[in-house]
């Protein structure tokens, strides 16, 4: 029987190494977080989208097709909000640049906070949608009953995939707990990013 | 030795009546679209060389088995390599796969072309029923599952679609093109009918596209098929496919009866009639949680039937029926249900199983909720 | 059962120069119940982990009758829906990592040394710790089920946000339950990839090792990089149920669809980890019983290599549906297709082995031969599962529950009976009687297949799993899957009665308990004396 306490030094090596190896992969799960967050941006995958701006790309507009770009809001739960798209679709060329307006609505007595969380489908045009402005990049505050209209200002890039003709946004609702330290600290990186 | 050949004749008798099995309609179905089609014959060519593959290995081994008994006095060779053998054995697989591979990727391309949709609908999975929007139509309706809890309980005979029937099945015309967007209010759903061959995740938050179109009028059933918590397999989808000037008259019914509803907002409602109505919307849409007698499923489903909470604060009540519950399975009801629905469930809840609270909750009061 | 204790001194019938096992050399063992928990002999470990994975078989076997008992007949007749989730889910739990994880891990506490000559694992104390985790971890796990609100109900998947923001309060508990059984599989890895670098016998290269070590020690390799992934999904789950963060909810900017990738990651692996070991016993069985050289050594241990590096990169194959976008469906759908080729040349192998061999049917070989059909009827449904656009169909169906029970019985738990027929010579020095294991055998490969067989057509026909009820179209499906599962469950008491007869008598065993066995562990005497090889042997080479 091997004495553990005059442990072979082959033995003492491979433990480290194992063990070296376990804190490694461990801690790569954990980086695989943001980096799957990356990877959806990059790919568009699960309709993800940029969480901050981006700068608007001055370029021809293609105007041999339209595209449809449907706007769909819905409520989670807790939220006593309402919000609402002025219109449901619009129809551009990619390359254009394009304003719509969401209405907020508190329809509570009381202050809370909220945030609307976008997805975009189909995923293969995640990446050609530049949002310039939008307000699901932060959290919102509405008091009790107060209404509040906010822009989302977008481009549709030029090279988006020719399959491609209708785009769909999709902003969900939640309400956001504001004692909780993690949010509070992505909300200010948000904000940072803005300014 | 001779039990091992009874033994074994009894397995081959069995596995003998396997092509007898799959004839008689055991098998994936054709389906009624274009897609459904070239999945099942996809997974049949798939099926037919896995077939092949098992009775060339098979025979080879079953022939050792036979042929190379040690009872026999067979005496055995020492080879134990030989490079050819092994590089065809890689080889061969290899080429079959990619023969696979070839029309499997052509398929699967068909599959993710959602462009040119002539009509989008939304599917919502929620905790246990599914919700379809008509994108631009003006029509949404909740499909909840219509097989009496009594048959599930054996107390009642179960009838010829026992757990695959709906209050609200979707309509969907025939010859055009569907385009799904599918997403969830809590859990991750499934939606699939086999007929369509789609199956596409609902996750909540997120919003996941597929589409189909139907050759053939009919009635399509399906379930959710992700795993979604407690009455997961009482949540199924039905579909009922029409002619195309069918489905355009349907869309103006369901409209019509919308703006109907619509107006019921107005009038003063007596209780008996918002208690008929809401003993309808709770069997449709709360039931499937909180049980069919208000008994719920402690701790995720609280009872409704003597819960102090709801008894003592009606505003509480319907601020949660408005607004649902965040982080648990109560769902907002605010855009899903009309003033009318929530009002009659709100009184029906408030009053059934021996909460006889005598509240009434005008359809009007619940307006000015949701407006305030 | 009253496990026996391997004799302390070595017996008569012991012909091997090289197995001197030297009771007086030792002290004396604690008496009762304190030698189980201080023990660090490799084979004393070894028994505690085939008896606790034993026991946990038919915990995790009676949750499962339990199932199928709901599942004889349309509607609820037994169980509510919930107790029904409970059961699906704590069924493949306990069979996952208390059954076949921690029978495998005793069979290479056993095995190991004696297939490398080395006198005990590496890390001996470390060995007991690993083992007496486990017993903490499925107690602790288990009494979830006693807690408000019942225990896991969510599949042993786990998917949040049904897991997490969705759960029962017990989630806690079963997290913490998982952690600990992870730390035991992590340490024990450690302990065996130790033991198989540093402790072979003088003159035995890494191409000299009998293939079940080779096996075991890529299954450690994954085991070391897959694990952490599993404690870090799981430790994200717990800080989303309890502090408040939100890795997994889509309302505070996170996403359910990153736990599905974080759980595959581990889960594919996973799921070799628990055939690589097969296929390294079933390697050890058929040349012994077909009295002829295992055809193709180093493929077989080049196409280990490669199913185990291929298994990191078909992960997402387990979500085929969630929505991903083509360009990953096509590339999941090709790597995994490509599994099949390394896997196909295995069973070519074996098959190759048998042919102008001289074969016998011990029960040993019954029970690897079964592994060899059954588990291709499995691979080859797997390859059905690879192509994607039917996928879309089979997905959560129970074609994909009649899959992956036939890999998992018939493959891993026959393999893991294979093996325990192959050595109870060894271990009891008695070989297990033959009438009763050949009505084991057959009982068994009858019930297995009247129980998944029919899956296949259920699921085709449009059954999803997990669900506690189903439409009237699918019940004669599910009837004689449930009776092939109470005849396969009743069929495992003959096994206990087989392994209990076996240590307490039955024929003598020599050393060299099977004609054509060749690896080191024949050659000390059977049963193995506590203490073996304490001097090196030589190691002869043989043709490989």
Redesign the interface.
């Known amino acids: 029987?091997?004495d553990?306490n005059q442990?072979?030094p082959?033995?003492r090596r491979?433990?480290v190494r194992?063990?070296a190896?376990?804190?490694g992969?461990?801690a790569?799960?954990?980086a695989?977080?943001p980096l799957?967050d990356v990877f959806?941006r990059v790919?568009?995958?699960?309709?993800?989208v940029d969480?901050t701006a981006q700068a608007l790309v001055h370029e021809e507009v293609d105007d041999s097709r339209f595209v449809n770009v449907?706007f769909?809001t819905?409520?989670?739960?807790?939220?006593?909000w309402?919000l609402e798209v002025e219109t449901?679709?619009v129809r551009l060329h990619p390359g254009q640049t394009a304003e719509v307006d969401f209405a907020f609505h508190n329809?509570?007595?009381e202050g809370t906070w909220g945030?609307a969380?976008p997805?975009?489908?189909?995923?293969?045009a995640t990446r050609h949608l530049r949002k310039m402005s939008c307000f699901c990049f932060e959290e919102q505050h509405l008091k009790a009953?107060e209404r509040l209209e906010l822009p989302l200002v977008f481009q549709l890039a030029r090279d988006l995939p020719a399959?491609?003709?209708?785009v769909?946004l999709?902003y969900?609702l939640?309400?956001?707990?504001r004692d909780?330290p993690?949010?509070q600290a992505?909300a200010t990186a948000g904000k940072g990013d803005e300014a | 030795m001779r039990t091992m050949f009874v033994w074994m004749a009894g397995c081959l008798i069995g596995l003998a009546s396997l092509p007898a099995a799959i004839a008689s309609g055991w098998n994936m179905p054709v389906g009624v679209t274009e897609i459904s089609r070239e999945i099942y014959s996809l997974h049949m060519i798939i099926f037919w060389i896995c077939v092949a593959i098992g009775v060339v290995v098979f025979g080879v081994m079953f022939y050792s088995l036979f042929k190379f008994r040690h009872s026999r006095g067979a005496k055995s060779a020492n080879f134990h390599e030989n490079t050819t053998v092994e590089v065809i054995w890689t080889a061969v697989p290899l080429l079959i796969l990619v023969g696979m591979a070839v029309p499997a990727t052509a398929t699967l391309k068909k599959m993710?072309?959602?462009?040119?949709?002539e009509l989008?609908v939304?599917i919502?999975g929620q905790q246990f029923r599914w919700r379809y929007e008509y994108?631009?139509e003006d029509v949404a309706f909740t499909s909840s599952m219509s097989t009496p809890m009594a048959q599930v309980r054996g107390e009642e005979e179960k009838g010829e679609h026992y757990l695959l029937e709906v209050d609200n099945p979707l309509v969907l015309p025939i010859n055009r093109k569907v385009?799904f967007?599918m997403?969830s209010?809590?859990v991750i759903h499934s939606w699939w009918v086999p007929d369509f061959a789609v199956k596409q995740d609902t996750i909540?938050?997120?919003?996941?596209?597929n589409w189909t179109r139907i050759d053939e009028p009919g009635i399509y059933r399906g379930q959710c098929a992700e795993l979604c918590g407690m009455n997961h397999g009482f949540m199924p989808i039905v579909v009922h496919a029409m002619e195309e000037d069918d489905f355009d008259a349907w869309l103006v019914e369901r409209r019509e009866e919308a703006e109907q509803e619509a107006m019921g907002v107005d009038r003063d409602w007596e209780m008996d009639e918002l208690m008929e109505r809401g003993e309808g919307v709770y069997a449709s849409v709360c039931a499937s949680c909180h049980q069919d007698v208000g008994q719920g499923s402690p701790p995720v489903f609280p009872a409704l039937a003597g819960n102090q909470q709801l008894l003592d604060d009606p505003a509480w009540h319907l601020?949660v029926i408005?607004?649902?519950?965040?982080?648990?399975a109560?769902?907002?009801f605010?855009?899903t249900l009309n003033p009318v629905e929530i009002a009659a469930v709100t009184t029906w809840t408030r009053n059934a199983w021996g909460n006889d609270t005598g509240d009434v909750v005008q359809p009007a009061e619940v307006a000015e909720?949701?407006?305030? | 059962m009253a496990p026996k204790l391997p004799p302390h001194h070595p017996v008569e019938q012991s012909t091997s120069a090289v197995a001197g096992g030297n009771a007086a050399a030792?002290p004396e063992p604690p008496r009762g119940i304190l030698r189980w928990l201080l023990t660090?002999?490799h084979k004393e470990i070894g028994s505690l982990y085939l008896i606790f994975s034993l026991i946990m078989f038919f915990i995790g076997g009676i949750f499962a009758l339990v199932v199928r008992a709901e599942l004889f007949q349309p509607g609820m007749s037994l169980i509510r829906p919930e107790f029904f989730n409970q059961m699906t889910t704590m069924h493949g739990l306990i069979m996952v990592f208390a059954a076949v994880m921690p029978a495998f891990t005793g069979l290479a506490n056993w095995m190991i040394p004696l297939q490398i000559g080395a006198?005990?694992m590496?890390?001996?104390?470390?060995n007991n710790f690993s083992f007496w985790l486990l017993p903490v971890a499925f107690i602790l796990l288990l009494s979830t089920l006693l807690m408000p609100g019942g225990g896991p109900n969510f599949g042993w998947t786990f998917y949040a946000p049904l897991s997490t923001t969705y759960a029962p309060p017990s989630t806690t508990f079963f997290i913490l339950s998982l952690h600990i059984a992870g730390i035991s599989s992590?340490l024990g890895?450690?302990n065996i990839?130790?033991t198989i670098?540093?402790?072979r016998a003088p003159g035995m290269r890494m191409m000299d090792m009998p293939l079940f070590v080779w096996t075991w020690l890529i299954t450690a390799f994954l085991l070391?990089?897959?694990?952490?992934?599993l404690?870090?999904?799981i430790t994200?789950m717990l800080m989303d149920i309890n502090f408040?963060?939100?890795?997994f909810n889509?309302?505070?900017?996170g996403?359910p669809?990153?736990f599905q990738?974080?759980f595959w990651?581990f889960g594919h692996p996973e799921v070799y980890i628990m055939i690589l070991p097969a296929f390294g016993i079933v390697s050890a069985i058929i040349p012994t019983f077909a009295r002829k050289p295992l055809f193709g050594y180093a493929s077989m241990v080049y196409a280990t290599a490669s199913i185990a590096i291929l298994s990191f990169l078909v992960w997402a194959h387990h979500m085929f549906v969630v929505?991903?976008?083509?360009?990953?469906e096509l590339f999941f759908m090709y790597t995994t297709m490509l599994i099949a080729v390394p896997t196909g040349v295995k069973v070519f192998n074996w098959i190759t082995t048998l042919f102008r061999g001289s074969i016998s049917f011990e029960p040993p070989m019954l029970f690897a031969l079964a592994f060899v059909v059954l588990f291709t009827i499995g691979g080859l449904s797997g390859v059905m599962l690879a192509i994607a656009p039917a996928d879309f169909q089979y997905h959560d169906t129970y074609f994909v529950v009649a899959h992956f029970h036939y890999v998992l019985v018939p493959g891993a738990v026959f393999a893991i009976m294979a093996g325990v027929y192959y050595w109870l010579p060894k271990w009891t020095g008695h070989y297990p009687n033959v009438k009763l294991a050949q009505w084991h055998f057959w009982l068994s490969v009858v019930g297995v297949n009247l129980t998944f067989f029919p899956m296949h057509f259920s699921g085709l026909a449009g059954m999803p799993r997990r669900i506690p009820d189903y439409a009237l179209q699918f019940a004669d499906f599910n009837l004689v899957s449930s009776l092939g599962s109470f005849l396969f469950g009743a069929s495992q008491l003959v096994f206990v009665a087989v392994v209990i007869l076996c240590v307490r008598g039955g024929e003598k065993a020599p050393a060299k308990a099977w004609e054509g066995a060749v690896d080191l562990e024949w050659s000390v005497p059977s049963p193995a004396p506590l203490?073996t090889f304490?001097t090196p042997p030589t190691f002869q080479r043989q043709q490989h």
């Open positions: 029987m091997t553990s442990p072979n082959g033995v491979t433990v194992s063990v190896a376990l804190v992969m461990f790569f799960a954990f695989l977080v799957y959806c790919t568009g995958l699960n309709g993800k969480t449907q769909i819905r409520n989670g739960s807790g939220l006593p309402n449901r679709q329809a509570s007595d945030r969380v997805s975009v489908s189909p995923s293969s009953g399959d491609v003709n209708t769909t999709v969900t939640y309400p956001v707990t909780d993690s949010l992505r | 993710y072309d959602t462009s040119d949709a989008d939304m919502v994108l631009g385009r967007l997403t209010d809590d909540p938050g997120f919003i996941n596209e601020d408005i607004n649902g519950v965040s982080g648990a109560m769902p907002a605010r855009s909720e949701l407006a305030q | 030792h660090t002999n006198p005990d590496a890390l001996p104390r470390l992590i890895a450690i990839v130790a670098l540093n402790m070391i990089a897959v694990m952490p992934v404690a870090g999904v994200m408040g963060t939100h890795f889509a309302a505070g900017g996403d669809v990153l990738h974080l990651f929505g991903l976008p083509l360009a990953a203490h304490e």
